[in-house]
């Protein structure tokens, strides 16, 4: 029998008895064992049954958390052996020379952590990344394999290695108990890392980085061998996306192809290809759904039992009362047991007082005449992610803050988890603040004096708790669909709303509109959108035609004069006045303020009072007085003393029973928010500030951020009140508009305002002039499919003040098109020249309108609407046209079909929303 047919008969044999082994059925679960952040707090698993979508198992909480070496757990690489057992090998340092291992029948109870000295033989040895474990079914053996850079060695490579000159490394073992000695696995020529090996029909392909830095490869390649330990054959040309740095190649079978996934670790995404035979490979990155901060590891695959454990199993019971000596009553010696005097900076006295607590009962002291930095420190266990409160009772005699905060309590390692600070000679004081642990598992709790600088005096410290307040809640990357809000199927920001004739008119700074003559400002042209329900919105044709090669920004209210309709925008960065006869323009720049502004500031709002007066409200608290026609401000301006400093734009004016509401915003991009303070007697004071007077700011939990310049507004011949307000959660010029009631206590203060992602109900208009076209979208109805040519990939959109902190994942699938949100929007890939987005509505029906929101609306679009019966017979119903500047974009007709299919003939690719609308229900 020939070489290769006696390998893959002892391949299948030993599969064969693995499956038998474990009770396995055919049907397995994919599962991707990774780590987060730097790898500190361990082993993070993910399941998959297509490939496609990974879903984190454990609320993708840590499964075991590193306890040897450099006590980190990166890389993590599992296999289920022969024996049944999972067997995982990790990095357990950046710079160690040893890797970690650990087994487990279940993946959730784990054996003794150990490490593997296998380097520890080379002195010059620098590190041992990335190490992977794979059955050797010829000599009935398990092969670990890694990447190690030694300085003097592979000397000819180290010019083009550009940093560490890596080669892959490998030992054997049969038990676990006794390793052979390390050698060369594999030199390809160049410096190599981040190893995986398949077995692959007769033979095994490694996939494998080329990490050369001089010039820059970091891409992927294949070699191939008859056996696990080689030869290896010389790497093939590169195969991962041309220009991506990656790494930490995986791989799995999914039906008849292989998925490749890689590391795209510049960007902060995975990004996968398919292939059958590793010669003709396919990018299916747009396709994949992971965890958020899903990092280098493995996939493996297990049984419906051990996958049905894993789903049930919810962690470890929560430590509930991590703190067991918090009043310092056992002793050891004379001190209080678990805790420990630390000085950092300066001299002091630290003791356990006997009888001077609170009940006279025993407590810790720190005293310092000449200033310290000093605490009694106790180090606990807690459960992460989850929530604390830590309290205890201070007294003081004499405390001088100095350059410290004076005395109080404080965690370590969560440097901004610290109570108030008491100082001076205050009794018995109790303090506490809550706090969330994050990934960390164990904390240091600080009886402090001093605090970031040396303090003076003395303080007792007694009845320290740390009481559990459950998991921590966990922000919300997307918005829950079908939902209201945003209102506008498209982006914009700094919203105003008039009426006239019961048609509300929205004006708006448009977003998200690059033009080349702006540069780097993506703002677009001026549209009026208008609806008589404040839900459904639309607009037709440019608003301001003459400043569609401007910065066109915060545009006011439109306010009405006679028969004249005025409108304050902010035009290249300077406030000017326009006017038009119609609420919806098109408005003209009024002669002598097309060359010189109003004003030469921002974020006009003017606001017009019972008498007949205006005043015009701008950034940085300012406010003038208007001429009696409004064109021109008279007087200099009016700082408004509000109790909050700081920058401050958005301004708004607004009365109510007798009360004028000041509103402005504070802080900026994820952090806005909006504050006020309210006069009764004018809408310039004098003004009095509520002891609670933020109303509105972002909530993590409903993934809501940044409430910021947005307008308060009530419809006439109404008591309901509603805050307008721009949501700043995609980040940059990328924002959307929402709408949420305000309401009022008693006293006329404002109550917070609950900002939704479900919004407002419809309001019904008895005021409205013109119908709204109604009916049932059956784009909607559950056996509706809907694909695309293509979709492009997800958005990850982090904050601006914590570049690390992820607020947000942004799909385009094509069901986003569907979902009756303007939140979501389908977008096809970037190189995707030819798209198209076809609904499939599960069996013939009669349309009578189309509905389409279409992206970025304010350039413009044209397209081509196909119907058919069949999917595969289509005929044009809507021709391609000159661009129509509008949204919806809509189409009336009488055509029976099953299937629809758009494609944009003219301006951008993607669709917020598509309405099939049926006059009757089907």
């Not at 993590?76 to 057992?85: N, V």
């Not at 490869?217 to 220009?243: H, M, Y």
């Not at 008279?634 to 708004?652: A, L």
Request: glycine share 8%; with cysteine; charged share 25%.
């Amino acid at each position: 029998m020939r070489r290769k047919e006696i390998l893959s008969l002892m391949v299948m044999m030993t599969l064969v008895f693995q499956m038998v082994a474990i009770g396995a059925s055919k049907e397995r679960v994919h599962v991707f064992a990774s780590f987060r952040g730097n790898g500190q707090d361990g082993l993070h698993l993910a399941y998959s049954r297509d490939g496609l979508e990974w879903k984190a198992l454990m609320g993708d909480r840590s499964f075991l958390k590193p306890q040897v070496g450099g006590k980190l757990m990166r890389d993590p690489c599992i296999i289920q052996g022969p024996d049944g057992l999972f067997h995982m090998v990790w990095t357990t340092g950046w710079w160690d020379k040893t890797i970690g291992i650990a087994h487990s029948k279940d993946l959730i109870t784990w054996s003794e952590q150990k490490v593997i000295g296998v380097m520890e033989h080379e002195p010059k040895a620098k590190n041992c990344w990335a190490p992977e474990i794979t059955w050797d079914p010829d000599d009935q053996q398990y092969v670990i394999y890694w990447a190690t850079s030694i300085p003097g060695k592979f000397t000819e490579t180290l010019k083009r290695a550009g940093g560490g000159n890596h080669r892959m490394y490998y030992t054997t073992t049969k038990d676990f108990k006794t390793y052979t000695k390390s050698q060369v696995f594999y030199e390809p020529g160049f410096s190599v890392i981040d190893s995986t090996i398949i077995h692959n029909g007769d033979h095994y392909v490694m996939i494998f980085k080329n990490e050369s830095g001089n010039p820059a490869e970091k891409n992927l390649r294949i070699a191939v061998s008859d056996k696990v330990t080689g030869p290896w054959s010389k790497g093939a040309k590169p195969f991962s996306p041309k220009g991506l740095w990656v790494e930490g190649p995986t791989c799995t079978k999914v039906g008849d192809y292989w998925y490749v996934y890689y590391d795209v670790y510049r960007k902060h995404r995975y990004g996968a290809l398919k292939t059958k035979d590793f010669k003709n490979w396919e990018d299916i990155s747009s396709e994949i759904r992971y965890p958020k901060g899903l990092r280098h590891g493995t996939i493996f695959t297990i049984s419906e039992k051990h996958f049905n454990d894993l789903q049930e199993y919810k962690g470890p019971p929560p430590v509930k009362e991590p703190l067991q000596n918090g009043s310092f009553e056992i002793t050891t010696k004379g001190n209080p047991r678990d805790w420990s005097p630390v000085t950092w900076r300066g001299k002091s006295e630290q003791k356990f007082a006997l009888n001077q607590g609170r009940s006279d009962s025993g407590c810790v002291l720190i005293k310092s005449a000449s200033g310290a930095d000093a605490a009694w420190s106790t180090q606990v266990a807690v459960s992460p992610q989850s929530r604390y409160r830590l309290s205890g009772w201070i007294q003081t005699q004499n405390v001088v803050p100095g350059s410290g905060h004076g005395a109080l309590l404080n965690i370590h390692n969560l440097s901004h988890v610290k109570t108030t600070a008491v100082t001076a000679t205050t009794k018995w004081k109790k303090v506490q603040v809550d706090f969330e642990t994050n990934d960390e598992s164990e904390i240091t709790i600080n009886a402090l004096l001093g605090g970031w600088g040396t303090s003076t005096g003395t303080a007792w410290y007694d009845d320290i708790h740390v009481e559990y307040l459950g998991e921590k809640k966990q922000p919300a990357l997307n918005w829950p669909t079908p939902s209201v809000n945003p209102v506008i199927p498209d982006c914009a920001a700094d919203p105003s709303i008039s009426e006239f004739d019961g048609v509300y008119y929205l004006t708006a700074t448009t977003d998200d509109c690059p033009r080349p003559s702006l540069g780097h400002w993506q703002n677009g042209p001026a549209v009026v959108w208008k609806s008589t329900d404040l839900v459904n919105w639309s607009f037709q044709g440019h608003a301001m035609p003459e400043t569609n090669d401007k910065l066109y920004w915060a545009p006011s209210r439109i306010i009405k004069r006679d028969d004249t309709y005025l409108l304050y925008p902010t035009i290249d960065k300077k406030i000017r006045v326009a006017a038009a006869s119609s609420p919806e323009g098109p408005f003209r720049l009024i002669a002598g303020t097309d060359k010189t502004p109003l004003l030469n500031t921002i974020d006009a709002e003017v606001y017009v009072d019972d008498d007949g007066k205006g005043y015009l409200f701008s950034n940085h608290r300012k406010v003038w007085r208007m001429n009696d026609d409004f064109t021109a401000v008279s007087g200099d301006p009016i700082s408004i003393p509000t109790q909050r400093k700081g920058y401050s734009e958005g301004p708004i004016m607004f009365k109510r029973k007798g009360i004028y509401y000041y509103l402005y915003t504070l802080g900026a991009h994820e952090s806005y928010h909006y504050a006020y303070c309210m006069s009764r007697t004018s809408p310039l004071g004098p003004f009095e500030t509520p002891v609670v007077d933020v109303i509105a700011k972002s909530n993590a939990v409903s993934g809501i951020h940044g409430p910021g310049h947005g307008t308060v507004f009530s419809p006439s011949d109404s008591e309901n009140y509603y805050f307008v307000y721009l949501e700043y959660g995609r980040g940059g010029v990328t924002r959307q508009i929402s709408i949420d009631q305000l309401k009022f206590n008693e006293d006329g203060t404002i109550q917070p305002v609950k900002l939704t992602t479900t919004g407002i109900q419809p309001l019904i208009n008895a005021n409205a002039k013109h119908e709204t076209v109604t009916g049932i979208n059956l784009a909607t109805k559950k056996e509706v499919i809907v694909s695309a040519s293509s979709s492009r990939a997800p958005v990850s959109v982090y904050g601006r003040r914590d570049r690390k902190r992820l607020i947000r994942k942004q799909d385009h699938l094509p069901t986003c098109a569907v979902d009756q949100s303007n939140f979501t929007r389908w977008q096809p890939e970037e190189q995707d020249k030819a798209s198209w987005l076809m609904v499939d509505l599960g069996k013939p029906y009669t349309v009578q309108r189309s509905e389409l929101s279409l992206y970025r609306p304010t350039l413009g679009h044209a397209y081509r609407l196909e119907v058919s019966m069949d999917g595969k017979s289509w005929k044009t119903i809507t021709q391609p046209k000159e661009r129509q500047i509008k949204s919806p974009q809509t189409d009336d007709f009488d055509v029976r079909a099953r299937y629809w299919r758009l494609s944009i003939q003219a301006g951008h690719q993607g669709v917020w929303e598509w309405k099939l609308l049926a006059n009757t229900h089907p």
